[in-house]
């Protein structure tokens, strides 16, 4: 974290002109002005670690010694021997066909995404259209099962009342038996019967994605060969001008170890509150 101090002293230098008391010009009072620079500015904004914060090798953060972490010492040893303090990494590109590169690496890129992306979909429409067969031949087996439990209590009540020749009162118990039975299971039965439909309804709706998704797919498959195709005609003749190994040095990253700091071209790269700072002493022309 920024010490509260430092982020005072820089909000209140970054304001402006600071009016210092009064000075005689021509026997006229005029504003003292104090002129905040680019690097005085820059040095309010340094990131300054508590104590308590920064890691500190060897010691715990209560400050009590603990063991090494590192596996193989003598390996920790040899690395911070070849390891430099300050790690550079050059920044550049190439000027000449940067653009025109970077335009049929992206069509290429995103023909290649295409692909992914159709095949994706594909992949989910089977996977649906799997699930969907599924509950359906569960919803048949319900309907089979709930259908011959029906049926059997049926026939179990007609052979209880008499049969094909019921009297008139095993008729009437025939009638409030059944009439039981089909409160029970003609319900269910409806019920699944309509699931039946819907899923069936949505098979036919996968089945037609499907085929649509296979067709697409067809298309987009083609568009990335001529993508490819146009691509590499495109990189070929950039290259046949001679002007690959062209480049020009944007700058150069660095990263500071023992500090866990970052610098571009030497300017710090700040975090958000160090950037909010920044702006402001930018704004006052200061930067």
């Known amino acids: 974290m920024v010490r509260k101090v430092c982020l005072i002293a820089a909000a209140t230098l970054c304001l402006g002109n600071i ?15 104090i002129t905040i620079t680019k690097l005085d500015c820059s040095r309010l904004i340094q990131y300054h670690p508590s104590a308590d914060v920064a890691y ?9 010694p603990v063991v090494s972490a590192d596996a193989d010492p003598a390996a920790a040893a040899f690395a911070k021997k070849i390891l430099p303090d300050v790690l550079e990494i050059p920044i550049a590109i190439n000027p000449i066909n940067y653009g025109a590169r970077n335009v049929a690496n992206q069509q290429k890129a995103n023909a290649a995404t295409a692909v992914s992306q159709s095949t994706a979909n594909i992949a989910a429409a089977k996977a649906a259209g799997t699930s969907l067969a599924s509950q359906l031949s569960a919803l048949n087996s319900k ?23 019921p009297t008139a009162a095993e008729t009437n118990i025939r009638a409030i038996r059944q009439k039981q039975i089909d409160s029970t299971y003609t319900p269910q039965i409806s019920s699944i019967n309509s699931q039946i439909t819907s899923t069936n309804t949505a098979i036919t709706a996968n089945t037609a994605t499907q085929t649509a998704l296979q067709t697409q797919d067809t298309t987009v498959r083609q568009t990335y060969t001529n993508t490819n195709i146009a691509t590499e005609g495109t990189l070929a003749g950039l290259s046949a001008q001679g002007l690959d190994a062209t480049q020009t040095k944007l700058g150069t990253v660095k990263y500071d170890i023992a500090h866990n700091t970052f610098t571009f071209n030497d300017q710090p790269m700040l975090s958000d509150d160090q950037s909010k700072l920044a702006e402001a002493c930018a704004r006052q022309g200061v930067k």
């Open 19 to 33: 009016s210092a008391g009064a000075q005689t010009v021509n026997g006229a009072a005029a504003p003292m002005v």
């Open 56 to 64: 500190k090798p060897g010691v715990d953060v209560h400050g009590r």
């Open 143 to 165: 309907l089979s099962s709930v259908t011959s439990t029906y049926n059997a209590q049926t026939a179990a009540n007609v052979a209880s009342t008499g049969g094909s020749k």
